[in-house]
């Protein structure tokens, strides 16, 4: 069975620093990932996916993830945080069926 | 863009009553889905449906809920006897195609569920 590990809960950034939220993924075959952005009061937005070849993939409002197969890894990557991005991360991990797994979301803070 | 609306965002229920969580999906789309957030705790999988059938479920979708598409627009989700547990958020999510590679699910913006 699929699984997907978050290992931060919280992560706190002043702005205009630089981002990266980790996610570990448990899957025997290749995956198909995915990370999701929730804000407040807001549905879970698609930010990016990855399926198969170039292993760092582009994003809406800046973002980026590199899939690390040897890692089990797809962390997401901003280099340059805007106050507009405190939301909460999820990152996704689909197998060979419908069913999308979460990991538990990373909650983003964003600072002055 | 295209948005998945769900109403009530609140619902709040005695336990043992029946609920309802409405849908809306996107209308061109084909797949639909429900998740839910219990808080503090992971999204999870509840049931996909296509087809007007039901195409998986897991292990959470038991015989209290049910799932209909009654009217070609909505799309549903019942809980016959609520419990204490089932107090989490509800998502619905619809997309064109499905399977593993289906690119884009729309999620709608949740309804929170309250069982007193």
């Known amino acids: 069975a699929q699984s997907v590990t978050q290992p931060d809960i919280h992560i706190t950034v002043s702005e205009g620093a630089s981002l990266e939220l980790r996610c570990n993924y448990s899957y025997g075959a290749t995956p198909y990932l995915f990370w999701y952005v929730q804000s407040p009061g807001q549905g879970l937005q698609l930010l990016l996916k990855y399926f198969s070849g170039d292993t760092l993939v582009q994003g809406i409002k800046g973002f980026e993830a590199e899939f690390k197969r040897s890692q089990s890894s797809f962390n997401l990557r901003k280099p340059s945080v805007h106050w507009s991005d405190a939301a909460e991360y999820f990152c996704?991990?689909?197998?060979?069926?419908?069913?999308?797994?979460f990991g538990t979301g990373t909650r983003l803070t964003i600072i002055p | 863009e295209p948005e998945v609306t769900q109403t009530p965002s609140h619902q709040v229920t005695q336990m043992g009553q029946e609920v309802i969580l409405r849908c809306v999906p996107i209308?061109?789309?084909?797949?639909f889905y429900w998740y839910r957030q219990i808080l503090g705790q992971k999204v999870e999988f509840l049931v996909s449906f296509y087809n007007n059938e039901i195409s998986e479920k897991s292990e959470i979708f038991d015989d209290q809920f049910s799932v209909e598409r009654p009217d070609g627009s909505n799309f549903t989700l019942k809980i016959r006897s609520t419990k204490l547990e089932d107090s989490a958020m509800y998502f619905c999510a619809s997309s064109v195609r499905g399977g593993a590679t289906n690119e884009k699910l729309f999620f709608g913006s949740g309804t929170q569920l309250s069982v007193l």
């Open positions: 996704a991990v689909r197998g060979g069926n419908e069913k999308l797994t």
């Open positions: 209308s061109n789309h084909l797949y």
